[in-house]
Protein backbone atom coordinates (compact mmCIF):
# COMPACT_ATOMS: atom_id res chain seq x y z
CA UNK A 1 0.00 0.00 0.00
CA UNK A 2 1.41 3.36 -0.50
CA UNK A 3 0.91 6.75 1.66
CA UNK A 4 1.74 10.02 1.16
CA UNK A 5 2.31 12.05 4.77
CA UNK A 6 3.93 15.44 5.51
CA UNK A 7 7.17 15.54 7.25
CA UNK A 8 8.58 18.64 8.51
CA UNK A 9 12.36 19.47 8.77
CA UNK A 10 13.44 21.79 11.63
CA UNK A 11 17.44 22.09 12.04
CA UNK A 12 19.04 21.80 15.33
CA UNK A 13 22.48 21.54 16.25
CA UNK A 14 23.14 18.00 15.59
CA UNK A 15 21.57 18.87 12.10
CA UNK A 16 17.48 18.41 11.18
CA UNK A 17 15.06 16.98 13.23
CA UNK A 18 12.35 15.25 11.28
CA UNK A 19 8.59 14.43 12.28
CA UNK A 20 5.39 13.74 11.09
CA UNK A 21 2.86 15.45 12.48
CA UNK A 22 0.20 12.88 11.46
CA UNK A 23 1.58 10.29 13.37
CA UNK A 24 3.38 12.17 16.35
CA UNK A 25 5.32 9.22 17.38
CA UNK A 26 7.39 9.33 14.22
CA UNK A 27 9.75 11.58 15.16
CA UNK A 28 13.90 11.34 13.94
CA UNK A 29 16.94 12.99 12.72
CA UNK A 30 19.77 12.91 10.92
CA UNK A 31 22.82 15.00 10.02
CA UNK A 32 22.22 16.22 7.10
CA UNK A 33 18.82 16.78 5.09
CA UNK A 34 18.74 14.28 2.78
CA UNK A 35 19.81 11.79 6.04
CA UNK A 36 17.14 12.88 8.07
CA UNK A 37 14.61 12.03 4.84
CA UNK A 38 16.08 8.91 4.53
CA UNK A 39 15.73 8.40 8.52
CA UNK A 40 11.87 10.21 8.33
CA UNK A 41 10.86 7.48 5.27
CA UNK A 42 12.63 4.68 7.17
CA UNK A 43 10.52 5.30 10.68
CA UNK A 44 7.30 6.30 9.02
CA UNK A 45 7.79 2.89 6.63
CA UNK A 46 8.23 1.22 10.17
CA UNK A 47 5.40 3.04 11.68
CA UNK A 48 2.54 2.53 9.02
CA UNK A 49 4.11 -1.37 8.51
CA UNK A 50 3.09 -2.10 12.29
CA UNK A 51 0.14 -0.53 11.82
CA UNK A 52 -1.34 -2.74 8.98
CA UNK A 53 -0.15 -5.82 10.80
CA UNK A 54 -1.90 -4.70 14.00
CA UNK A 55 -5.13 -4.20 11.84
CA UNK A 56 -5.17 -0.64 12.81
CA UNK A 57 -6.28 2.58 11.05
CA UNK A 58 -4.19 4.52 8.97
CA UNK A 59 -4.55 8.48 9.96
CA UNK A 60 -5.61 9.97 7.12
CA UNK A 61 -2.72 12.47 6.05
CA UNK A 62 -3.81 16.27 6.83
CA UNK A 63 -3.13 18.61 4.09
CA UNK A 64 0.12 20.29 3.08
CA UNK A 65 -1.39 23.39 4.17
CA UNK A 66 -2.65 23.12 7.54
CA UNK A 67 1.38 22.43 8.53
CA UNK A 68 2.55 25.64 6.62
CA UNK A 69 1.65 28.70 8.80
CA UNK A 70 2.76 26.43 11.92
CA UNK A 71 5.38 24.94 10.96
CA UNK A 72 9.28 26.47 11.88
CA UNK A 73 11.36 24.37 9.63
CA UNK A 74 11.40 22.65 5.92
CA UNK A 75 7.99 21.08 4.67
CA UNK A 76 8.75 17.67 2.74
CA UNK A 77 5.95 14.86 1.39
CA UNK A 78 7.22 11.72 2.23
CA UNK A 79 5.35 8.65 -0.26
CA UNK A 80 6.20 5.17 1.47
CA UNK A 81 5.35 2.01 -0.37
CA UNK A 82 4.50 -0.53 2.39
CA UNK A 83 4.55 -3.50 0.59
CA UNK A 84 7.76 -2.56 -1.24
CA UNK A 85 9.33 -1.66 2.40
CA UNK A 86 7.65 -5.38 3.69
CA UNK A 87 9.64 -7.19 0.46
CA UNK A 88 12.72 -5.24 1.83
CA UNK A 89 13.37 -5.79 5.24
CA UNK A 90 10.94 -8.92 5.86
CA UNK A 91 13.31 -11.76 4.83
CA UNK A 92 11.68 -14.28 7.92
CA UNK A 93 11.37 -17.65 6.02
CA UNK A 94 8.00 -19.19 6.88
CA UNK A 95 7.58 -22.78 6.09
CA UNK A 96 4.66 -23.43 4.00
CA UNK A 97 2.65 -27.04 2.72
CA UNK A 98 1.74 -26.94 -0.91
CA UNK A 99 0.56 -29.66 -2.79
CA UNK A 100 0.85 -30.10 -6.80
CA UNK A 101 0.52 -33.16 -8.88
CA UNK A 102 3.11 -35.79 -8.85
CA UNK A 103 4.25 -35.34 -11.96
CA UNK A 104 4.94 -31.83 -11.71
CA UNK A 105 6.77 -32.73 -8.14
CA UNK A 106 9.19 -35.43 -10.15
CA UNK A 107 10.20 -33.05 -13.10
CA UNK A 108 11.27 -30.32 -10.91
CA UNK A 109 13.37 -32.99 -8.82
CA UNK A 110 15.11 -34.77 -12.41
CA UNK A 111 15.73 -30.60 -13.44
CA UNK A 112 17.09 -29.82 -9.79
CA UNK A 113 13.98 -26.35 -9.45
CA UNK A 114 13.91 -25.37 -5.81
CA UNK A 115 10.00 -25.15 -5.78
CA UNK A 116 10.20 -23.05 -2.72
CA UNK A 117 12.54 -20.45 -5.01
CA UNK A 118 9.97 -20.57 -7.61
CA UNK A 119 6.80 -19.91 -5.79
CA UNK A 120 8.58 -17.27 -3.80
CA UNK A 121 9.50 -15.48 -7.51
CA UNK A 122 6.29 -16.13 -8.94
CA UNK A 123 4.38 -14.78 -5.82
CA UNK A 124 6.73 -11.72 -5.81
CA UNK A 125 6.29 -10.93 -9.17
CA UNK A 126 2.16 -11.12 -8.87
CA UNK A 127 2.78 -8.91 -6.07
CA UNK A 128 4.87 -6.38 -7.57
CA UNK A 129 2.46 -6.51 -10.98
CA UNK A 130 -0.73 -6.14 -8.36
CA UNK A 131 -0.20 -4.52 -4.73
CA UNK A 132 -3.68 -4.99 -3.89
CA UNK A 133 -3.93 -8.33 -4.78
CA UNK A 134 -5.44 -10.38 -1.66
CA UNK A 135 -3.22 -12.16 -0.04
Known amino acids: MTYRYTCILVPISEGYQATVPDLPGVVTFGATVDEAIDMA ?3 LSMALLTMEDEG ?3 PKPS ?3 NHVAQS ?6 LTVDTLRYRMQTDTKAVR ?3 SMPAWMSSLADQHGINCSQVLQEALR ?3 EKNPQTPA
Do not use: C, S, T
Not at 72 to 77: A, D, H, M, S, T
Open 56 to 58: LAM
Open 125 to 127: ARF
Open 41 to 43: QDA
Open 72 to 77: QGVIVL
Open 96 to 98: KNV
Open 63 to 65: PVE
